[in-house]
């Protein structure tokens, strides 16, 4: 996924906002921006709520192996 957070890419599949992804899961827009961003890794009960609001497993959200090669 060319190094993007998966929350990123998941909630631009659903062409979701920040501000939509956020009010679905019932999280403010800044924690989704930090998670997104990489300055925040969220705690539990937040990736569950937003892996809620985009109907996926939370651990659809944890960060994709890099390839070194």
Partial sequence: ????APLRVWREHRDLSVEALAERAGVPAGTVAEIEGGRLEGPL???????GALGIDAEDLLPWPQDDA
């Fill in 1 to 4: 996924m060319n190094g993007e």
């Fill in 45 to 51: 009960p937040v990736f569950v709520a937003l892996a």
